[in-house]
T-cell receptor, first 114, second 112 residues
Framework: QKEVEQNSGPLSVPEGAIASLNCTYSDRGSQSFFWYRQYSGKSPELIMSIYSNGDKEDGRFTAQLNKASQYVSLLIRDSQPSDSATYLC??????????????FGQGTELSVKP | DVKVTQSSRYLVKRTGEKVFLECVQDMDHENMFWYRQDPGLGLRLIYFSYDVKMKEKGDIPEGYSVSREKKERFSLILESASTNQTSMYLCASQTGGTDTQYFGPGTRLTVL
């Protein structure tokens, strides 16, 4: 089992819809969770971090964390064509993960159609 | 704002050359990381450093070495470049408080 798994994509949604990106992780001791957005040919940029169970909202983005289910998700409301990118889930601080190393998922490619 | 810079956006080298990739951060972060990213393989950790002169191997250290002589600067060295080291190289800097990593713009290295 991969340490961090994301839905494989590509995910295609119409403009204005809600995009839902999912991520599961294997280490129950993980403490910190991140979503990065990466445009083609560019480096990842942080869009959300979450550390405790529940929802965290920032503008059109909502991150959801459920540690019991080892699941973290990202919702993008009112999706725009500019949201088209690959979204990377990253997890750190697990039982066997020393220090601040991040473990990244493979990424989910999102395409928002006008 | 956190600023992480990398010495080159694009680099073309010949097989067997020694290659230096530099990363500089301006936020006094202790932790710095080097990754490579390849299609279908995702981000893979090459080396990381928790402090000046400290380094730890990541998942794929073979063929690479690193240097951290100053806190703000973390260098990746390809001792003898090979074609299979053609990749996008990403440096990241990390704040200890929140574990957040901030990435530089990346260096697209091509080894011919």
């Amino acid at each position: 089992q991969k340490e961090v798994e994301q839905n494989s994509g590509p995910l295609s949604v119409p403009e204005g819809a809600i995009a839902s990106l999912n991520c599961t992780y294997s280490d129950r001791g993980s403490q910190s969770f991140f979503w990065y957005r990466q445009y083609s040919g560019k480096s990842p940029e942080l869009i959300m971090s979450i550390y405790s169970n529940g929802d965290k909202e920032d503008g059109r983005f909502t991150a959801q964390l459920n540690k019991a289910s080892q699941y973290v998700s990202l919702l993008i409301r009112d999706s725009q064509p500019s949201d088209s990118a690959t979204y990377l889930c990253a997890v750190t601080g697990g039982t066997y993960n020393q220090g601040g190393k991040l473990i990244f998922g493979q990424g989910t490619e999102l395409s928002v159609k006008p | 704002d956190v600023k992480v810079t990398q010495s080159s956006r694009y680099l073309v080298k010949r097989t067997g050359e020694k290659v230096f990739l530099e990363c500089v951060q301006d936020m006094d972060h202790e932790n710095m990381f080097w990754y490579r990213q390849d299609p279908g393989l995702g981000l893979r950790l090459i080396y990381f450093s928790y402090d000046v002169k400290m380094k730890e191997k990541g998942d794929i250290p073979e063929g690479y070495s690193v240097s951290r002589e100053k806190k703000e600067r973390f260098s990746l060295i390809l001792e003898s470049a090979s074609t299979n080291q053609t990749s996008m190289y990403l440096c990241a800097s990390q704040t200890g408080g929140t574990d957040t990593q901030y990435f530089g713009p990346g260096t697209r290295l091509t080894v011919l």
